[in-house]
């Protein structure tokens, strides 16, 4: 579940459907993982859709994909006129971390883990996870986790305050599905 450029133009697509049609929208993974992470293996301008030959390439350069793409899309989702509930199931690693932190209620299956994977491929903090975790588990914490990179499971997450409720994996669908219900 790399969040590529393809992933974030058509969560922006799928979420503003959403906004026009649904009270509440609720954001999980496929399978085994939230999300990996942003995908930024780059790939030529010819087999980017969008991207005319010559032009510069938002997935050449991590940075300018950041910029240009996945920071845009936190904005806005920080500012959807509807709420939205993460089912978080398996890794939510670097943007991926970023994308789950960003609901406004957020449920974690017993198996998943949040991590900070930008140290690792040599980026700063990046998504909105430098405002998000500060704010959520205070400084320390938070710098903990940009710094050092490692895995934070979801039972930790909820003591720290990080995730609203830790359910078992088995839970999980149903447990974020009825809190959007709620809302």
Aim: hydrophobic share 45%; proline share 5%; charged share 20%.
């Amino acid at each position: 579940n790399a969040a590529g450029l393809d992933m974030v133009i058509d969560l922006r697509a799928a979420f503003t459907q959403a906004a026009g049609e649904a009270r509440c929208a609720v954001l999980t993974g496929e399978g085994r993982g939230f999300s990996s992470g942003a995908n930024l293996s780059g790939r030529g301008a010819a087999a980017t859709p969008g991207v005319a030959p010559g032009a510069a390439n938002p997935l050449s350069d991590s940075g300018a994909a950041l910029e240009s793409h996945y920071n845009p899309f936190i904005l806005y989702l920080r500012d959807l006129p509807i709420p939205f509930v993460t089912a978080v199931n398996g890794a939510a690693a670097g943007v991926g971390c970023s994308l789950a932190l960003m609901g406004d209620l957020i449920v974690a299956g017993e198996s998943a883990y949040f991590m900070q994977a930008f140290r690792r491929i040599g980026l700063v903090p990046d998504g909105g996870s430098s405002y998000l975790l500060p704010r959520s588990i205070g400084r320390a914490r938070a710098m903990e986790m940009m710094l050092l990179g490692e895995r934070l499971p979801a039972k930790k997450a909820e003591e720290w305050g990080l995730v609203n409720r830790c359910v078992p994996d088995g839970d999980l669908l149903k447990e974020a599905m009825g809190l959007a219900q709620k809302l």
